[in-house]
C-alpha cells in the first residue's frame, strides 16, 4: 500500500513537472509562433499581387473580411481576400487576388489536406495560373484537372461566391465611395486651396489699442497748449523730456525681456505725458527722466507691460519723485503774468494755502478754472482738461462713470467736513483745485487698473473721492488724488469679483 | 447691443431668383441637430425629385431628399459647410426636373389636417430650423408644454444677409399661411413677428394682417438671436437653463415657416432654401433659391464672374458664419448666406494683451465679462469660466468685435463652454 502512494506520488510528481515544462515552452514560443504567422500572410498577399505596396486589412481578425491592395502612390488597385471551402477530404483555403475590375490577378492554394497525387494537385501552376485575368464571378476559362474534379470544383466554387460576397461588402462600403470621392476633390481644378479659415466673426469695428491710445494723447494735449501759456516753455521741456524717457525706458524693457517692442501703442506717450502734468513746471530736468524711467520700469513693464499693471504707472512714478525729492516736488513757480515774463518767482498752490491755514482771498473760482495760479503743469488749467475730457467721453473712450462719482463724492464730503463747521464747505473751490479734474478724467479712468463693470467702476470713483476728500481735509498732505486713485487701484481685483454683471435670465 | 455696418445694400433689392440645377448635388447624413441619418439608397439606384434618401430611427433627427433627380453616383466623405468633412450621398442629375411630382393641396384639404398630420408632413419633409440652429422642427411642433405665444423671427441682424427679408416681401401671404399653420399646431393665443426697422417694406407687408402683431425691432446686433428676441417682444427673459417653452413661447425663423407651408400645401420637402450671395467681390450679389447640395462653386460661377478672388469663403453671415476652406462644400439646410471677402477684409488682426478697456463687458448681449473668461480659459481655470458663466455664451461674437486688442474671445469662450460642460 505504501509502495502505491509512493510510487503514485513520484508518478504525480513527473507528471506536472512534464506539464510544466510543456506550458513554459509553450509560453516562450507563443509570440515566436504568432510572429511567424503574421510574417506569413504579407509574403503571400505580395504573391498574389505583386503590384501592391501595401495591404490593409478591412475587419477585424478573427472576421477579417479582406485586405486592400495600394500601391506605392497610395492609389487603391485590388482586393485580396480568402476564399474556403470543402474539397474532397479537407477544407480547401485559398488566398485570391483580385484587381478593381473584379478579374483575378492571381490565387494560391494555402491550406489543403487532399489526397496526394489526386487532389493535391490543385497547389500545382498549372491550375492555379489558370485563374489570372478571370472573371472572378465566371471563371469561364478555368479547366478542373483530371482525377481531382472535386478538389478542383471547390476551389472555384469558393472563389466564385467569395468574390461575389467581396463585390457586394465593396460597393456598399463608403469608404470606397470616399476614395473615389476625395481623388476627385484632388482633381477639381477651381478648388480654392489658399483661403483664409478663421473663427467667426469675421468682422471688426476698427478700433484698436493704438487708436485709443493716441486719441488719449490728442486728449491731453490742450492741457499741455494751457500749461506753456500759463508757466512758459519749462512746462513743454519737461513734458517732452518725461515723454521721451518714457518711450525708451518702454522700448530698452522690450528689448531686454524680449518681448514685442510695444511703443507704437502710445501707451509709454501717455504715461510720460501724465507724469510730466503732475510735476511742477519748474523741475530739473533729470527729475521726469528719473519719474519716467521709475513709472515704466517699476510701474509697467515689471508686471508684464501693458495690460499688466494693478498700478497708474504715472502715478507710480509720482509717488517716487515725491518720496524722494519732495523739495522739488512741492516748490511750484507762479503762473506768468501778463507783460511781466517768465520769473522764478515761487507760490504755493491753492490748497497749500489753504492747508497752512491761510485764508484764500485774492482767488477767484475764474482763476482756478482757468489755472491762473501756482500748481502742477497739466492740473492747473480746468477748461482744457473738460476739452480734452470731452473727446474721450465722445469717442466712448471712457465712460461717465469713474469721473462723476469721482468729483461727486469728493465735493459733497468736503461741501460736509470741509468748512468751519458741517456743511458749509467751500466744495466748488476742492473741484476746481489741486489735481481732481486731471485725476477723475484722466488718471482715475486707466483701464489697467481700474474695474471692468459699471457698477465696479461707480464703487471705485465714490473711494477715489472718499480718499481723496480725507487727505485733503485730515491728511498731512494739501492733495490727496494720486494717493487715492492708487489705493483704489489695488482694490480693483476685489471690486471686479463682487461686482459682475448681472447674467441674461438670472435675478 | 451694437450697431454694425449692415451692408444689405449689394442684395437688399434683388428679387428672389432660382439658382441653376448643378450638374451633382452632395447631400451631407447629416444638416441637422442629432442623431446622423443612415443612407436608404445605393450606389447606382436612380432616385427621384424629392425621394427620402436618408433617415434613422431616433427622436432627434430630420430626413434628408433627393434635391435633384438622378442616379447615385456615390456616398462618402465630402467638405460639410459646419462640421468641415462628413458623409455625404452624391446625385448625379438627369436634368428632368420634374417638380410636379408635389402634389398641391387646396385649402379645405389643408384644414382638414389635424395637429398630428402637420407634424407628420413636416417630420417627413425633413424641416429644420432655418435661422441656423437646425433643430428639427416637428420637436418644436410638440412642445412638452402648453404653450401661448408664437414668435416669428424675421429680424435678420446679420450684416449682409437679406434672404430672409426678401422672403418675407415676395412670399408674404405664404409665411402667413405658414404662420397659421404653426400657431393652429401649437394652440397659441398670440402671434407675433418681429422685424428690424431697416427692412420697412417687410414691415408694410405684414401689417395687413389682424392675427400677427407686428413688432419692429431696432436694427441692432444681435437683435434676432432667440434670447435678446424674447427680451425685446414680450419684455421678459428666459430664466437661466430654460428653454422658451417654460415662458410659453416658441420662436420660429421666417424661412422656417415658409418650409412648413411648402411641405403642408405643395407636399413639398426641404430641397431647396434661400441663399444670399454676396460681398464685395461678387459682381451680381443676388438671393437665390438653391437647391440642397449645391456646391457653392456653382453659386459662385452663376453670379460670376467675381470681382476680385475671395480671399475668404464664409456660409452664414459675418458675425457667426463658418469661413470654409474650400469652395467643392454644399449648400445645407442651415446655410442661409455665402459671403465672400477680399484680401483686405478678410485680413487676420494681430492679438494684443487685454487692456482692460471693458468694451466686450458693456456690449455681451447676455452680461457676461468676456476679457475675464478669456485670461481663465487661456489658463485653464475652468472653475473660473464657469464661475463667470462662461456657458451662457450666446456666441453673437460681439465680445471679438468690439475688443481692440482683437483677441480671440470668444474662441476661449467657447472652449470653455466645453470645458465647463463636463
Same mark, same amino acid.
Not at chain 1, 479547366?143 to 460597393?171: D, R, Y
Not at chain 2, 458693456?362 to 457676461?368: A, D, F
Given at each position: 500500500?505504501?509502495?502505491?502512494?509512493?510510487?503514485?506520488?513520484?508518478?504525480?510528481?513527473?507528471?506536472?513537472?512534464?506539464?510544466?515544462?510543456?506550458?513554459?515552452?509553450?509560453?516562450?514560443?507563443?509570440?515566436?509562433?504568432?510572429?511567424?504567422?503574421?510574417?506569413?500572410?504579407?509574403?503571400?498577399?505580395?504573391?498574389?499581387?505583386?503590384?501592391?505596396?501595401?495591404?490593409?486589412?478591412?475587419?477585424?481578425?478573427?472576421?477579417?473580411?479582406?485586405?486592400?491592395?495600394?500601391?506605392?502612390?497610395?492609389?487603391?488597385?485590388?482586393?485580396?481576400?480568402?476564399?474556403?471551402?470543402?474539397?474532397?477530404?479537407?477544407?480547401?483555403?485559398?488566398?485570391?487576388?483580385?484587381?478593381?475590375?473584379?478579374?483575378?490577378?492571381?490565387?494560391?492554394?494555402?491550406?489543403?489536406?487532399? !489526397?496526394?497525387?489526386? +487532389?493535391?494537385?490543385?497547389?500545382?501552376?498549372?491550375?492555379?495560373?489558370?485563374?489570372?485575368?478571370?472573371?472572378?464571378?465566371?471563371?469561364?476559362?478555368?479547366?478542373?484537372?483530371?482525377?481531382?474534379?472535386?478538389?478542383?470544383?471547390?476551389?472555384?466554387?469558393?472563389?466564385?461566391?467569395?468574390?461575389?460576397?467581396?463585390?457586394?461588402?465593396?460597393?456598399n462600403?463608403p469608404?470606397?465611395?470616399?476614395?473615389?470621392?476625395?481623388?476627385?476633390?484632388?482633381?477639381?481644378?477651381?478648388?480654392?486651396?489658399?483661403?483664409?479659415?478663421?473663427?467667426?466673426?469675421?468682422?471688426?469695428?476698427?478700433?484698436?489699442?493704438?487708436?485709443?491710445?493716441?486719441?488719449?494723447?490728442?486728449?491731453?494735449?490742450?492741457?499741455?497748449?494751457?500749461?506753456?501759456?500759463?508757466?512758459?516753455?519749462?512746462?513743454?521741456?519737461?513734458?517732452?523730456?518725461?515723454?521721451?524717457?518714457?518711450?525708451?525706458?518702454?522700448?530698452?524693457?522690450?528689448?531686454? !525681456?524680449?518681448?514685442?517692442?510695444?511703443?507704437?501703442?502710445?501707451?509709454?506717450?501717455?504715461?510720460?505725458?501724465?507724469?510730466?502734468?503732475?510735476?511742477?513746471?519748474?523741475?530739473?530736468?533729470?527729475?521726469?527722466?528719473?519719474?519716467?524711467?521709475?513709472?515704466?520700469?517699476?510701474?509697467?513693464?515689471?508686471?508684464?507691460?501693458?495690460?499688466?499693471?494693478?498700478?497708474?504707472?504715472?502715478?507710480?512714478?509720482?509717488?517716487?519723485?515725491?518720496?524722494?525729492?519732495?523739495?522739488?516736488?512741492?516748490?511750484?513757480?507762479?503762473?506768468?503774468?501778463?507783460?511781466?515774463?517768465?520769473?522764478?518767482?515761487?507760490?504755493? !498752490?491753492?490748497?497749500?494755502?489753504?492747508?497752512? +491755514?491761510?485764508?484764500?482771498?485774492?482767488?477767484?473760482?475764474?482763476?482756478?478754472?482757468?489755472?491762473?495760479?501756482?500748481?502742477?503743469?497739466?492740473?492747473?488749467?480746468?477748461?482744457?482738461?473738460?476739452?480734452?475730457?470731452?473727446?474721450?467721453?465722445?469717442?466712448?473712450?471712457?465712460?461717465?462713470?469713474?469721473?462723476?462719482?469721482?468729483?461727486?463724492?469728493?465735493?459733497?464730503?468736503?461741501?460736509?467736513?470741509?468748512?468751519?463747521?458741517?456743511?458749509?464747505?467751500?466744495?466748488?473751490?476742492?473741484?476746481?483745485?489741486? +489735481?481732481?479734474?486731471?485725476?477723475?478724467?484722466?488718471?482715475?479712468?486707466?483701464?489697467?487698473?481700474?474695474?471692468?463693470?459699471?457698477?465696479?467702476?461707480?464703487?471705485?470713483?465714490?473711494?477715489?473721492?472718499?480718499?481723496?476728500?480725507?487727505?485733503?481735509?485730515?491728511?498731512?498732505?494739501?492733495?490727496?488724488?494720486?494717493?487715492?486713485?492708487?489705493?483704489?487701484?489695488?482694490?480693483?481685483?476685489?471690486?471686479?469679483?463682487?461686482?459682475?454683471?448681472?447674467?441674461?435670465?438670472?435675478? | 447691443?451694437?450697431?454694425?455696418?449692415?451692408?444689405?445694400?449689394?442684395?437688399?433689392?434683388?428679387?428672389?431668383?432660382?439658382?441653376?440645377?448643378?450638374?451633382?448635388?452632395?447631400l451631407p447624413l447629416i444638416q441637422h441637430?442629432g442623431k446622423v441619418c443612415n443612407p436608404e439608397v445605393k450606389?447606382?439606384?436612380?432616385?427621384?425629385?424629392?425621394?427620402k434618401i436618408a433617415s434613422i430611427e431616433a427622436?432627434?433627427y430630420a430626413p434628408i431628399?433627393?434635391?435633384?433627380?438622378?442616379?447615385v453616383?456615390?456616398i462618402g466623405?465630402?467638405?460639410?459647410?459646419?462640421?468641415?468633412?462628413a458623409k455625404a450621398i452624391?446625385?448625379?442629375?438627369?436634368?428632368?426636373?420634374?417638380?410636379?411630382?408635389?402634389?398641391?393641396?387646396?385649402?379645405?384639404?389643408?384644414?382638414?389636417?389635424?395637429?398630428?398630420?402637420?407634424?407628420?408632413?413636416?417630420?417627413?419633409?425633413?424641416?429644420?430650423?432655418?435661422?441656423?440652429?437646425?433643430?428639427?422642427?416637428?420637436?418644436?411642433?410638440?412642445?412638452?408644454?402648453?404653450?401661448?405665444?408664437?414668435?416669428?423671427?424675421?429680424?435678420?441682424?446679420?450684416?449682409?444677409?437679406?434672404?430672409?427679408?426678401?422672403?418675407?416681401?415676395?412670399?408674404?401671404?405664404?409665411?402667413?399661411?405658414?404662420?397659421?399653420?404653426?400657431?393652429?399646431?401649437?394652440?397659441?393665443?398670440?402671434?407675433?413677428?418681429?422685424?428690424?426697422?431697416?427692412?420697412?417694406?417687410?414691415?408694410?407687408?405684414?401689417?395687413?394682417?389682424?392675427?400677427?402683431?407686428?413688432?419692429?425691432?431696432?436694427?441692432?446686433?444681435?437683435?434676432?438671436?432667440?434670447?435678446?428676441?424674447?427680451?425685446?417682444?414680450?419684455?421678459?427673459?428666459?430664466?437661466?437653463?430654460?428653454?422658451?417653452?417654460?415662458?410659453?413661447?416658441?420662436?420660429?425663423?421666417?424661412?422656417?415657416?415658409?418650409?412648413?407651408?411648402?411641405?403642408?400645401?405643395?407636399?413639398?420637402?426641404?430641397?431647396?432654401? =434661400?441663399?444670399?450671395?454676396? *460681398?464685395?467681390?461678387?459682381?451680381?450679389?443676388?438671393?437665390? =433659391?438653391?437647391?440642397? *447640395?449645391?456646391?457653392?462653386?456653382?453659386?459662385?460661377?452663376?453670379?460670376?464672374?467675381?470681382?476680385?478672388?475671395?480671399?475668404?469663403?464664409?456660409?452664414?453671415?459675418?458675425?457667426?458664419?463658418?469661413?470654409?476652406?474650400?469652395?467643392?462644400?454644399?449648400?445645407?439646410?442651415?446655410? *442661409?448666406?455665402?459671403?465672400?471677402?477680399?484680401?483686405?477684409?478678410?485680413?487676420?488682426?494681430?492679438?494684443?494683451?487685454?487692456?482692460?478697456?471693458?468694451?466686450?463687458?458693456?456690449?455681451?448681449?447676455?452680461?457676461?465679462?468676456?476679457?475675464?473668461?478669456?485670461?481663465?480659459?487661456?489658463?485653464?481655470?475652468?472653475?473660473?469660466?464657469?464661475?463667470?458663466?462662461?456657458?451662457?455664451?450666446?456666441?453673437?461674437?460681439?465680445?471679438?468685435?468690439?475688443?481692440?486688442?482683437?483677441?480671440?474671445?470668444?474662441?476661449?469662450?467657447?472652449?470653455?463652454?466645453?470645458?465647463?460642460?463636463?
Amino acid at each position: 500500500m505504501k509502495e502505491i502512494i509512493r510510487y503514485g506520488f513520484i508518478l504525480g510528481l513527473i507528471c506536472v513537472l512534464a506539464a510544466g515544462l510543456l506550458a513554459g515552452v509553450n509560453a516562450l514560443t507563443r509570440a515566436k509562433i504568432a510572429e511567424q504567422k503574421q510574417a506569413e500572410e504579407p509574403s503571400a498577399l505580395k504573391e498574389i499581387m505583386p503590384q501592391a505596396a501595401k495591404f490593409i486589412p478591412i475587419g477585424q481578425a478573427p472576421e477579417l473580411l479582406y485586405y486592400k491592395a495600394f500601391d506605392s502612390q497610395e492609389q487603391l488597385i485590388g482586393f485580396v481576400f480568402k476564399a474556403s471551402e470543402k474539397g474532397y477530404s479537407s477544407v480547401i483555403q485559398t488566398l485570391v487576388g483580385m484587381n478593381l475590375q473584379g478579374t483575378i490577378s492571381a490565387i494560391k492554394v494555402i491550406s489543403q489536406n487532399e !489526397t496526394p497525387g489526386l +487532389g493535391m494537385r490543385i497547389t500545382e501552376n498549372k491550375f492555379t495560373d489558370q485563374f489570372k485575368n478571370q472573371d472572378s464571378l465566371s471563371l469561364s476559362d478555368v479547366q478542373a484537372i483530371t482525377g481531382a474534379t472535386i478538389s478542383s470544383q471547390a476551389v472555384m466554387n469558393s472563389v466564385i461566391k467569395k468574390a461575389q460576397e467581396i463585390k457586394e461588402l465593396i460597393e456598399n462600403d463608403p469608404f470606397d465611395s470616399a476614395q473615389v470621392m476625395l481623388s476627385e476633390l484632388k482633381e477639381s481644378r477651381s478648388m480654392k486651396s489658399n483661403l483664409i479659415v478663421s473663427g467667426s466673426p469675421h468682422i471688426h469695428n476698427k478700433e484698436s489699442v493704438s487708436r485709443i491710445m493716441w486719441t488719449v494723447v490728442l486728449s491731453l494735449i490742450p492741457a499741455a497748449v494751457a500749461g506753456v501759456i500759463i508757466f512758459g516753455w519749462d512746462a513743454l521741456w519737461v513734458t517732452l523730456v518725461a515723454t521721451v524717457a518714457a518711450v525708451l525706458t518702454e522700448w530698452i524693457c522690450g528689448l531686454l !525681456t524680449k518681448k514685442k517692442v510695444t511703443i507704437s501703442d502710445g501707451s509709454a506717450v501717455i504715461t510720460g505725458i501724465l507724469l510730466a502734468y503732475n510735476l511742477p513746471p519748474n523741475v530739473p530736468l533729470w527729475l521726469p527722466v528719473i519719474g519716467a524711467v521709475f513709472s515704466i520700469a517699476i510701474g509697467k513693464q515689471i508686471f508684464g507691460g501693458l495690460g499688466q499693471n494693478i498700478f497708474n504707472p504715472a502715478l507710480v512714478g509720482r509717488v517716487f519723485l515725491m518720496a524722494s525729492w519732495p523739495k522739488y516736488m512741492t516748490t511750484f513757480t507762479q503762473p506768468l503774468r501778463a507783460g511781466a515774463g517768465y520769473d522764478a518767482l515761487t507760490s504755493a !498752490t491753492p490748497l497749500a494755502i489753504l492747508k497752512e +491755514g491761510k485764508i484764500l482771498e485774492h482767488i477767484s473760482y475764474w482763476d482756478l478754472f482757468l489755472g491762473k495760479h501756482g500748481g502742477c503743469i497739466g492740473e492747473v488749467c480746468i477748461l482744457a482738461l473738460l476739452i480734452g475730457a470731452a473727446i474721450l467721453l465722445i469717442k466712448g473712450y471712457i465712460s461717465w462713470h469713474i469721473p462723476a462719482s469721482f468729483i461727486l463724492t469728493t465735493a459733497g464730503f468736503t461741501y460736509i467736513f470741509a468748512g468751519v463747521q458741517l456743511f458749509h464747505g467751500d466744495w466748488l473751490f476742492h473741484i476746481l483745485s489741486g +489735481g481732481l479734474i486731471l485725476g477723475a478724467f484722466f488718471m482715475a479712468t486707466d483701464y489697467v487698473a481700474t474695474p471692468l463693470t459699471a457698477k465696479g467702476q461707480l464703487i471705485f470713483g465714490v473711494g477715489c473721492g472718499l480718499f481723496t476728500a480725507i487727505i485733503r481735509i485730515w491728511g498731512g498732505y494739501p492733495e490727496g488724488v494720486s494717493y487715492a486713485i492708487l489705493m483704489m487701484n489695488a482694490t480693483t481685483p476685489f471690486i471686479d469679483r463682487y461686482t459682475k454683471n448681472k447674467i441674461y435670465g438670472t435675478k | 447691443m451694437v450697431k454694425l455696418a449692415e451692408n444689405k445694400h449689394y442684395s437688399e433689392n434683388k428679387p428672389i431668383e432660382k439658382a441653376p440645377l448643378s450638374a451633382k448635388v452632395y447631400l451631407p447624413l447629416i444638416q441637422h441637430l442629432g442623431k446622423v441619418c443612415n443612407p436608404e439608397v445605393k450606389i447606382g439606384d436612380i432616385v427621384t425629385l424629392g425621394q427620402k434618401i436618408a433617415s434613422i430611427e431616433a427622436h432627434v433627427y430630420a430626413p434628408i431628399h433627393a434635391s435633384i433627380s438622378g442616379k447615385v453616383t456615390a456616398i462618402g466623405d465630402w467638405p460639410h459647410p459646419v462640421l468641415g468633412r462628413a458623409k455625404a450621398i452624391v446625385i448625379e442629375g438627369d436634368s428632368r426636373d420634374e417638380i410636379s411630382v408635389f402634389a398641391l393641396k387646396n385649402q379645405q384639404e389643408v384644414e382638414k389636417l389635424a395637429a398630428d398630420d402637420i407634424r407628420k408632413i413636416v417630420l417627413d419633409a425633413g424641416i429644420v430650423g432655418m435661422g441656423g440652429a437646425s433643430f428639427p422642427t416637428h420637436i418644436k411642433l410638440n412642445p412638452p408644454k402648453a404653450v401661448d405665444t408664437l414668435i416669428i423671427n424675421g429680424a435678420e441682424c446679420e450684416p449682409y444677409l437679406t434672404a430672409d427679408a426678401r422672403l418675407m416681401i415676395e412670399k408674404t401671404a405664404e409665411i402667413f399661411q405658414g404662420i397659421m399653420l404653426v400657431s393652429k399646431c401649437l394652440g397659441v393665443k398670440e402671434v407675433y413677428i418681429g422685424i428690424e426697422d431697416n427692412k420697412p417694406e417687410a414691415i408694410k407687408a405684414f401689417k395687413i394682417f389682424s392675427q400677427i402683431k407686428v413688432k419692429i425691432l431696432k436694427s441692432d446686433y444681435p437683435q434676432g438671436g432667440e434670447k435678446q428676441l424674447i427680451q425685446n417682444i414680450l419684455g421678459k427673459q428666459i430664466p437661466r437653463g430654460k428653454l422658451p417653452f417654460d415662458l410659453g413661447v416658441v420662436v420660429y425663423n421666417v424661412a422656417t415657416v415658409y418650409a412648413i407651408y411648402e411641405a403642408i400645401y405643395k407636399s413639398k420637402p426641404l430641397i431647396e432654401r =434661400l441663399v444670399t450671395v454676396t *460681398g464685395s467681390c461678387v459682381k451680381n450679389p443676388r438671393n437665390l =433659391l438653391v437647391r440642397l *447640395g449645391t456646391p457653392i462653386k456653382d453659386l459662385l460661377e452663376f453670379c460670376g464672374p467675381l470681382k476680385e478672388e475671395p480671399a475668404k469663403i464664409i456660409i452664414g453671415g459675418p458675425m457667426m458664419g463658418i469661413a470654409q476652406y474650400t469652395d467643392e462644400v454644399p449648400i445645407i439646410k442651415s446655410s *442661409g448666406g455665402l459671403l465672400l471677402m477680399n484680401k483686405e477684409e478678410a485680413k487676420i488682426l494681430e492679438e494684443n494683451s487685454c487692456i482692460r478697456c471693458a468694451a466686450c463687458v458693456r456690449e455681451c448681449p447676455v452680461g457676461l465679462m468676456p476679457c475675464q473668461i478669456n485670461l481663465a480659459s487661456e489658463r485653464s481655470f475652468w472653475n473660473l469660466t464657469r464661475e463667470y458663466g462662461a456657458s451662457d455664451c450666446i456666441e453673437c461674437g460681439i465680445c471679438n468685435y468690439v475688443c481692440p486688442s482683437n483677441r480671440r474671445l470668444l474662441q476661449t469662450i467657447k472652449r470653455a463652454k466645453l470645458e465647463s460642460a463636463k
